[in-house]
């Protein structure tokens, strides 16, 4: 796992779905912990399914007082997205992609995509979100993989670096409570599969 410069991180903008203002990315851990879910597009299938999986843990990270975000990096799909009510925390987009960047999150090229998307993590991924009811699109940008970050309250530490090798590939409940030191009641559901550039439909 490679090492995560907070500092750096945290001095990137993020735009708030909401209200379209531009913040920090350190404000969000500034008062609590966070759970930061970074997606590879708001179209994506697979995507949606982690976002729906992550949120069971919502009840569980509020009573806990953790907050729970989800980074997408474009707007593209950003509303259709909010009424399928994938996610449950709040929603900011990193433009620039910045944050992705130092995250180490990578971005595939037009030849190396197929082959991800066609993995198995990624099929099984998208055969359980189609399972859910949850479809996806080929809009917006195909290329960029995505992970998960676990930040302690204040920036003091990362409990939490999660890099997708494929686009299939997403952090158990389980590791998210671990990780946090919480209880959490959620059950995992079944993982759909992915085969668009990286995830289908």
């Excluded at 708030?16 to 920090?24: D, I, N, Y």
Aim: proline share 3%; hydrophobic share 40%; charged share 25%.
């Amino acid at each position: 796992m490679a090492k995560v410069d907070l500092a750096r991180v945290g001095k990137n903008l993020v735009k708030s779905a909401e209200s379209g203002e531009s913040l920090e990315l350190q404000t969000l851990w500034q008062d609590q912990p966070v759970v930061l879910l970074f997606l590879r597009r708001f179209g994506c299938q697979v995507c949606r399914w982690m976002a729906s999986e992550v949120s069971k843990l919502e009840p569980d990270l509020r009573a806990s007082g953790v907050g729970l975000v989800g980074v997408a990096p474009e707007e593209f799909g950003l509303t259709e997205f909010k009424e399928g009510g994938f996610f449950k925390g709040s929603i900011y987009v990193d433009e620039q992609k910045k944050s992705y960047k130092d995250l180490g999150f990578k971005r595939y090229t037009a030849l190396s995509v197929v082959p991800a998307a066609l993995g198995k993590k990624v099929r099984d991924a998208a055969s359980k979100a189609s399972a859910e009811g949850i479809q996806g699109n080929f809009s917006g940008d195909l290329l960029q993989s995505g992970g998960m970050l676990i930040v302690s309250k204040g920036g003091e530490q990362v409990l939490l670096h999660f890099i997708q090798d494929s686009p299939g590939d997403h952090v158990a409940l389980e590791d998210i409570s671990k990780a946090l030191g919480i209880s959490a009641t959620a059950k995992a559901g079944q993982k759909p599969v992915c085969n668009d550039d990286v995830c289908t439909r």
